[in-house]
């Protein structure tokens, strides 16, 4: 790891993006192709600047092309833009792959040998140590979070890989035996641990005992509300992670308050390259500035990704942080694809689910958006669904109803139509959930 506050630290990475771009040129028909079709010179690009400001190159559509041209002409689904020879792959994992084939993405021995390093920094970070244990609460499948267990246990923490696969009361029963201090797992499930752990031990989620709870796999513990009600039930410190498969890692710090996720991964990507997600038009990195994130990995072998539009929209803020540590951080606000355009309002589901988890006495916290059409345009009123806490099943709701929809409309300056439904009307996912369901579609 170089420092980033070195002075030739930029010239660093200059040279390791040029070198990244030099391997894809010479070891991938696909990047070749790709330098030429947009008169990408490599002897030109000078600066990171001059880098930032070529249109994006990839995108999730881009890799699944990719995919299917390898299985075509290489009889493999790993993508055309592998470089390194397929034997040279040591690890796969691939994304959910809820909507046709999943998207693959590969380490070689040396990508891994990175990726562990970043996977380390990050979890050093939240303090986390050899001796400690931790219990696994994400999913168990073929997902990217997978790749942490090996990494974990190199670092000398005992891992109890339980999954939240297996069910919560598995969980809760390994915990109560093997005593892990922490706690990982998608924002989603923990919030389900919460309501579903006193039904089984007679005690709150407090009463496990975990002293660090690490989040993942998709926004919430970046949610002012969602993460308060994380924190006072499990009465412990909350860190946000997120990356670090990319070449990018970034994770919250301890502080009560959020203030965004220390970018700790910079020698390894560059991730500073925001573009304003309706006209894909370059923006300048200051204070509170909101985008797409498109990063563009410089030490990678075998499924390089350049110029990656990760359809995330992050805000980026470079004041110092209440912790004391310095260097930039990132706030990730939701899906750019899920943006919804109201009557001119840029909405993201997370804002609606921040707003409907102020109300955990009387929701459970899970809520459905429904379309009827392809986004980002929507018709005002906004539908919602949201579902009842098992305390309020019964209750009869229709100042509530006007309650939650005066309160949208205060904040995010829209109108809404909500529906509540009956406490476990909606399955839970130990993967990233769903928010926007389209009613025109049959799923
Ligand atoms: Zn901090």
């Not at 993508?79 to 590969?106: D, R, W």
């Not at 920094?121 to 219990?135: N, Q, Y």
């Not at 990018?248 to 997600?277: Q, R």
Request: hydrophobic content about 35%; proline content about 5%.
């Amino acid at each position: 790891m170089f420092n980033i506050f070195e002075k030739d630290f930029e010239e660093k990475r200059l040279f390791f993006l040029k070198r990244q771009l030099k391997y894809c040129k010479n070891n991938s028909r696909f990047f070749s192709e790709m330098f030429e079709k947009n008169q990408i010179s490599i002897d030109k690009i000078d600066s990171l600047q001059k880098w930032k400001d070529l249109p994006v190159l990839m995108d999730k559509k881009k890799v699944r092309d990719c995919q299917e041209d390898s299985m075509e002409l290489n009889n493999h689904s790993f993508g055309s833009h592998l470089c390194a020879p397929l034997e040279k792959v040591i690890y796969v994992y691939s994304t959910s792959g809820t909507t046709g084939n999943p998207s693959f993405y590969c380490f070689t021995k040396n990508d891994f040998k990175v990726h562990t390093d970043l996977v380390k920094r990050v979890m050093k970070f939240t303090g986390l140590k050899e001796g400690d244990s931790i219990m696994w609460g994400f999913g168990l499948g073929n997902f990217v979070a997978t790749s942490l267990l090996p990494i974990l246990a190199d670092m000398g923490v005992r891992v109890i890989p339980v999954g939240a696969d297996a069910g919560t009361e598995r969980l809760i029963q390994y915990t109560k035996l093997a005593r892990p201090d922490t706690l990982i797992g998608t924002p989603s499930f923990l919030k389900y641990m919460i309501e579903k752990v006193p039904s089984i031990t007679g005690k709150n989620v407090a009463d496990l005992g975990f002293r660090r709870i690490i989040t993942g796999g998709e926004p919430g513990a970046g949610l002012t509300d969602v993460r308060n009600q994380l924190l006072n039930a499990y009465d412990a410190p909350i860190y946000d992670l997120y990356g670090p498969a990319n070449q990018f890692a970034n994770i919250s710090c301890g502080t009560k308050d959020y203030h965004g996720m220390h970018v700790l991964g910079s020698d390894c990507g560059i991730w500073e390259d925001i573009i304003d997600p309706i006209t894909n038009e370059p923006l300048e990195i200051r204070d509170g500035v909101i985008g797409n994130m498109v990063i563009t990995e410089i030490k990678k072998e075998a499924t390089p990704y350049l110029k990656y539009a990760m359809n995330d929209i992050i805000q980026v803020f470079t004041e110092e942080c209440e912790c004391g540590n310095p260097g930039p951080r990132i706030k990730v606000l939701g899906r750019a694809d899920d943006m919804l355009i109201v009557k001119g309002v840029n909405i993201y589901p997370s804002a609606i689910q921040n707003i409907i988890s102020k109300y955990s006495e009387e929701l459970s916290g899970a809520l459905k958006i429904h379309l009827d059409r392809d986004p980002p345009l929507v018709t005002p009123p906004l539908r919602i669904t949201a579902e009842l806490s098992k305390k309020f099943n019964k209750i009869k709701h229709d100042i509530l109803i006007d309650r939650i929809q005066e309160k949208i409309r205060n904040i995010l300056r829209v109108k809404v139509e909500i529906s509540l439904v009956p406490f476990g009307s909606f399955e839970r996912s130990v993967r990233k959930t769903v928010l926007i369901v389209r009613d025109d579609i049959i799923q």
